[in-house]
């Protein structure tokens, strides 16, 4: 058994100081972690003209809000707001936080507007010189107009070699962001962009998936238009699983999970807006009935508001389809897909199930009263935010616990002179010193802490003598010794 111990002052409480600071470290890693929840993406998108303006959007709803579309100029390469949406964009980051102070703004670039503008993109994303151009100009653009993020809506790369200048811009769009945020000393701009609904655009062109998670934040999964004008028969616009055509958003997030984009970076995209179309026969209104073409406006296109709307006016039959997790309504010949809120707050579920990042809504000027808004954020709340919440609850009070507890004795140590607290301290201190280590080096020890051998210190009390012994201390008897100083002998020596 070792009689000869040597503790030293300093060293508890340098001690002492290594458990405050991994007690401090994990409650902040436990704030960290907090933050990396909020941090998931409740997106919508909204543009000029969608019935909305940015000061009504109730952003309490949206982590995030993509402002559409700002220009690529095919002239010069850079990327332009048009002089309608000039001032607007200028100030939509401080119109939605006026209600949502916390919410993120992205200017989003480019967008489904057909051929010429996906043709643009390729010349730009060819050359080195365009690229950079490009990046350089919407960097600029996106902190002169106070946004959080870009969004690159290139409405699709359809061959390989696009595919692979599109790697080649997200590399190097990464690269400039980060040299802006380090040379500025603000957060670097959010990089998103928004893609097909699956990895393969059409097959065999795939997205550089690998690039893409390296380089971008997140994927906006755009996984609706699944049916439109083009459209023979009816179906669901925005399938969440496969109603029979292999379309659907689960098709999609499976693929690009598969193709190598990690699920925590995938944000799942789904409509604020349906598709209308005339019934070749008003008697067969299931999926994949015939029709003759479009309904209510040119491509059938009509915002969920102006469905719930109709609905009512026409007393129309709603269906959902759990199966398939998609809503329809018709009446007489006019048969409408779309999202309700069930399956609005199911593909939420399914979202988080998959431990995506989020979702997003094209656009929030077609929710009617932010009905499916309001779904979607209690639809994350119920699925996760609970656990999570419970979950680290716990941990912090049982955190906090332990802190101020390290925080008492830590304080008690530096502050109190009490021999009897201080004795007890030492006392647990050094019975669990002996169980854990052999006899330390005295030469490291405190100028006022020396260690003696057993006989020494049994010599100096005179055989342990009771004229020698003052007494109990808070661990042992305390004795006097021959230099005149208080020793305390139990199992263990300590001598001040
Ligand atoms: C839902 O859609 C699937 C796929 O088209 C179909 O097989 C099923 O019958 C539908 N269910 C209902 C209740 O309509």
Same mark, same amino acid.
């Given at each position: 058994?070792?009689?000869?111990?040597?503790?030293?002052?300093?060293?508890? %409480?340098?001690?002492?100081?290594?458990?405050?600071?991994?007690?401090?470290?994990?409650?902040?890693?436990?704030?960290?972690?907090?933050?990396?929840?909020?941090?998931?993406?409740?997106?919508?998108?909204?543009?000029?003209?969608?019935?909305?303006?940015?000061?009504?959007?109730?952003?309490?709803? /949206?982590?995030?809000?993509?402002?559409?579309?700002?220009?690529?100029?095919?002239?010069?390469?850079?990327?332009?707001?048009?002089?309608?949406?000039?001032?607007?964009?200028?100030? /939509?980051?401080?119109?939605?936080?006026?209600?949502?102070?916390?919410?993120?703004?992205?200017?989003? =670039?480019?967008?489904?507007?057909?051929?010429?503008?996906?043709?643009?993109?390729?010349?730009?994303?060819?050359?080195?010189?365009?690229?950079?151009? /490009?990046?350089?100009?919407? =960097? %600029?653009?996106?902190?002169?107009?106070? *946004?959080?993020?870009?969004?690159?809506?290139?409405?699709?790369?359809?061959?390989?070699?696009?595919?692979?200048?599109?790697?080649?811009?997200? &590399?190097?769009?990464?690269?400039?962001?980060?040299?802006?945020?380090?040379?500025?000393?603000?957060?670097?701009?959010?990089?998103?962009?928004?893609?097909?609904?699956?990895?393969?655009?059409?097959?065999?062109?795939?997205?550089?998936?690998?690039?893409?998670?390296?380089?971008?934040?997140?994927?906006?999964?755009?996984?609706?238009?699944?049916?439109?004008?083009?459209?023979?028969?009816?179906? +669901?616009?925005?399938?969440?699983?496969?109603?029979?055509?292999?379309?659907?958003?689960?098709?999609?997030?499976?693929?690009?999970?598969?193709?190598?984009? +990690?699920?925590?970076?995938?944000?799942?995209?789904?409509?604020?807006?349906?598709?209308?179309?005339?019934? %070749?026969?008003?008697?067969?209104?299931?999926?994949?009935?015939?029709?003759?073409?479009?309904?209510?406006?040119?491509?059938?296109?009509?915002?969920?508001?102006?469905?719930?709307?109709?609905?009512?006016?026409?007393?129309?039959?709603?269906?959902?389809?759990?199966?398939?997790?998609?809503?329809?309504?018709?009446?007489?010949?006019?048969?409408?897909?779309?999202?309700?809120?069930?399956?609005?707050?199911?593909?939420?579920?399914?979202?988080?199930?998959?431990?995506?990042?989020?979702?997003?809504?094209?656009?929030?000027?077609?929710?009617?009263?932010?009905?499916?808004?309001?779904?979607?954020?209690?639809?994350?709340?119920?699925?996760?935010?609970?656990?999570?919440?419970?979950?680290?609850?716990?941990?912090?009070?049982?955190?906090?616990?332990? *802190?101020?507890?390290?925080?008492?004795?830590?304080? &008690?140590?530096?502050?109190?002179?009490?021999?009897?607290?201080?004795?007890?301290?030492?006392? /647990?201190?050094?019975?669990?010193?002996?169980?854990?280590?052999?006899?330390?080096? +005295?030469?490291?020890?405190?100028?006022?802490?020396?260690?003696?051998?057993?006989?020494?210190?049994?010599?100096?009390?005179?055989? *342990?003598?009771?004229?020698?012994?003052?007494?109990?201390?808070?661990?042992? +008897?305390?004795?006097?010794?021959?230099?005149?100083?208080?020793?305390?002998?139990?199992?263990?020596?300590?001598?001040?």
């Amino acid at each position: 058994m070792s009689n000869l111990l040597h503790v030293t002052r300093q060293k508890m %409480a340098s001690n002492d100081n290594r458990t405050l600071l991994f007690l401090v470290f994990s409650f902040l890693s436990l704030l960290q972690i907090n933050s990396c929840i909020a941090q998931n993406v409740k997106g919508g998108y909204w543009f000029l003209g969608s019935g909305i303006t940015a000061s009504d959007i109730d952003s309490t709803l /949206f982590t995030h809000l993509f402002c559409a579309f700002a220009d690529l100029d095919a002239s010069t390469n850079q990327v332009v707001i048009s002089s309608s949406n000039a001032q607007s964009f200028a100030t /939509f980051t401080s119109d939605v936080q006026q209600k949502n102070p916390s919410v993120l703004t992205l200017l989003s =670039i480019g967008g489904g507007g057909g051929g010429s503008i996906a043709d643009n993109f390729a010349s730009m994303a060819s050359q080195s010189s365009s690229r950079k151009t /490009f990046i350089d100009s919407s =960097i %600029a653009l996106a902190r002169s107009n106070g *946004f959080h993020g870009l969004d690159l809506d290139w409405e699709y790369p359809d061959t390989d070699a696009k595919m692979a200048n599109l790697a080649l811009l997200l &590399q190097e769009w990464r690269a400039a962001v980060a040299a802006e945020a380090a040379s500025s000393g603000k957060d670097a701009l959010l990089l998103s962009a928004a893609v097909y609904y699956r990895p393969h655009y059409w097959s065999p062109t795939d997205y550089p998936a690998a690039v893409m998670a390296a380089n971008l934040d997140w994927i906006n999964a755009m996984a609706y238009d699944f049916f439109g004008s083009w459209s023979s028969t009816t179906g +669901p616009l925005a399938a969440l699983y496969n109603p029979g055509n292999g379309l659907s958003g689960d098709d999609g997030v499976s693929a690009w999970i598969q193709a190598g984009m +990690p699920a925590g970076q995938i944000v799942l995209g789904f409509p604020f807006y349906g598709r209308a179309f005339t019934l %070749a026969d008003a008697n067969n209104h299931g999926y994949f009935a015939p029709i003759t073409g479009t309904a209510i406006s040119p491509d059938g296109s009509i915002v969920y508001n102006q469905i719930t709307k109709y609905i009512s006016q026409h007393s129309a039959t709603t269906v959902y389809n759990s199966t398939v997790v998609s809503a329809y309504c018709y009446s007489g010949t006019t048969w409408i897909t779309y999202d309700d809120t069930q399956t609005i707050s199911t593909k939420v579920g399914y979202a988080k199930g998959r431990g995506l990042k989020g979702y997003f809504a094209w656009h929030v000027g077609g929710d009617d009263n932010w009905v499916l808004s309001q779904t979607a954020q209690e639809a994350i709340e119920d699925q996760q935010h609970r656990r999570w919440f419970w979950l680290v609850m716990l941990i912090s009070i049982a955190i906090v616990v332990f *802190f101020i507890f390290g925080l008492i004795c830590y304080l &008690q140590r530096r502050t109190l002179k009490s021999e009897g607290i201080l004795g007890v301290i030492k006392g /647990f201190s050094s019975r669990f010193k002996t169980m854990a280590h052999k006899v330390e080096s +005295p030469e490291s020890g405190a100028p006022n802490l020396q260690a003696f051998h057993y006989a020494t210190l049994r010599a100096a009390t005179d055989n *342990f003598s009771s004229e020698n012994k003052l007494g109990e201390g808070g661990f042992g +008897p305390v004795y006097k010794i021959r230099q005149g100083s208080i020793c305390w002998i139990g199992k263990n020596v300590f001598i001040s």
